[in-house]
């Protein structure tokens, strides 16, 4: 496709529930990063993948939060019994190699209530 | 922990003037650097990327430059209009990794 890809865009939770977020991105592209936007802030690194090894998974907030990307493509993070400060903006984010810009989706906003 | 700090938060300003961000960072071992713009409601949007080694990049009415030993970058917007209303994020990537860490931005409105 032409840019990269998010889905659900929205997605309304009750607390407890488990959520699974899709992106897809830049065909070709060998970096995928997941970033958590909170409102009013600025994003904040959760993962990153090169081709579908996780090489850094520093950002995850808990293991209640798991992200692969099984065929170097498509990634999904999921995030078990979900809580309400897990409300946020999901941005996906993908780049080729070398000193490269980073393309972000739409993001997936979640609302835990 | 590289820490970027932007100031304004917000900015309001009547169409057609020059303006700058701001943008500071606590760790000069920087890979690179990068402005986004963002929409409500949007994903972000690239809009300058400088690399370690340079100074400053220019894209049309946008400037932005970059001092490494000193941790600041500037965002200069010529001739505003009110399509340039939007968010603008600062991003830096450390020598230590991939992941950018983003500043809370600054909230552009530029007023007809």
């Known amino acids: 496709g032409a840019g990269v890809s998010q889905s659900p865009r929205y997605k309304v939770a009750k607390r407890g529930q488990d959520v699974a977020l899709r992106c897809d991105p830049i065909?070709?592209?060998?970096?995928l990063f997941w970033y958590q936007q909170a409102l009013g802030q600025g994003p904040e690194f959760l993962t990153y993948f090169q081709n579908e090894a996780q090489l850094d998974k520093s950002g995850l907030p808990s293991d209640r939060f798991f992200a692969e990307r099984p065929e170097g493509s498509v990634s999904t993070l999921k995030i078990q019994r979900t809580q309400q400060e897990d409300s946020a903006v999901y941005l996906c984010?993908?780049?080729?190699?070398?000193?490269?810009?980073?393309?972000f989706g739409p993001g997936t906003r979640l609302l835990v209530l | 922990k590289q820490e970027v700090t932007q100031i304004p938060a917000a900015l309001s300003v009547p169409e057609g003037e020059n303006l700058v961000l701001n943008c500071s960072f606590t760790?000069?071992?920087?890979?690179?650097l990068q402005w986004f713009r963002q929409d409500p409601g949007k994903g972000l949007t690239s809009l300058l990327l400088i690399q370690s080694s340079q100074r400053e990049q220019t894209s049309g009415r946008l400037n932005a430059s970059l001092d490494k030993s000193s941790g600041r970058s500037t965002l200069y917007i010529a001739a505003s209009q009110p399509g340039d209303s939007a968010t603008y994020l600062c991003a830096v990537r450390s020598n230590s990794g991939y992941a950018l860490n983003f500043g809370k931005g600054t909230s552009l409105l530029v007023t007809p």
């Open positions: 984010a993908s780049s080729s190699m070398g000193p490269e810009t980073q393309y």
């Open positions: 760790d000069s071992a920087i890979y690179n």
């Open positions: 065909s070709g592209h060998v970096s």
